[in-house]
């Protein structure tokens, strides 16, 4: 049973910062990609920033140049810490891990989903 633990939501004022952890457990081999997205209320699911096994990241542009995505050094945790936070930043944050579920010459991989932490910017 794969599982992804978020954890370092909060309320935190505008211009201020945070920073998220998410622990993944389970994955039966690799581990590839792991992410965040966020949902804010009332909108879809939008794509936040991911990093792949090897540590190359891609950010959305509108968290570019203020938040930064990490992995740790056992390959199993991600985190996001987020600078300069405004509103519009106001989300449930999603961690998500690619996952190798069958290894192989093509392996099949799944994603798999935390529950979420509450980020709200707010004075």
């Known amino acids: 049973q794969v599982q992804l633990v978020e954890s370092g939501g909060g309320l935190v004022q505008p211009g201020g910062s945070l920073r998220l952890s998410c622990a993944a457990s389970?994955?039966?081999?690799?581990?590839?990609?792991m992410g965040w997205h966020r949902q804010a209320p009332g909108k879809e699911r939008e794509f936040v920033a991911t990093?792949?096994?090897?540590?190359?990241?891609v950010y959305a542009d509108s968290v570019k140049g203020r938040f930064t995505i990490s992995r740790g050094n056992a390959k199993n945790t991600v985190y996001l810490q987020m600078d300069t936070l405004k509103p519009d930043d106001t989300a449930v944050y999603y961690c998500?891990?690619?996952?190798?579920?069958?290894?192989?010459?093509?392996?099949?991989?799944?994603?798999?989903w935390g529950q979420g932490t509450q980020v709200t910017v707010s004075s």
């Open positions: 389970g994955c039966m081999f690799s581990i590839n990609a």
């Open positions: 998500n891990a690619d996952c190798t579920v069958v290894p192989g010459i093509v392996p099949t991989r799944r994603d798999y």
């Open positions: 990093i792949t096994s090897g540590g190359s990241t």
